[in-house]
């Protein structure tokens, strides 16, 4: 992910915001499946799932998702994902 001062690709603006969230769980998509953590006490739904920093801007609405380090090292090995 690239410094949060940068400017927008899609309309140049600066009003770039950034949250961290869990990439799948309740009633929506596994976002990046295969790439989740291994489930530990007390995380079976809320802390399997690989993260995502999610960047949007304010002005246009250009929303970015950015797979954390643990889930795109599991990549090479993971099934279902292939090289472009």
């Not at 001062?5 to 309309?11: F, T």
Request: proline content about 7%.
């Amino acid at each position: 992910m690239k410094n949060e001062s940068a400017k927008c690709p899609e309309c140049g603006a600066e009003s770039l915001h950034r949250t961290t969230t869990n990439s799948g769980g309740g009633y929506g998509p596994v976002l990046l499946p295969g790439l989740e953590r291994p489930i530990s006490w007390g995380t079976f739904f809320s802390g399997t799932f690989a993260q995502l920093t999610v960047v949007v801007c304010a002005e246009c609405g250009l929303t970015r998702f950015y797979a954390d380090a643990e889930a795109r090292a599991k990549l090479p090995q993971a099934t279902g994902w292939l090289p472009i």
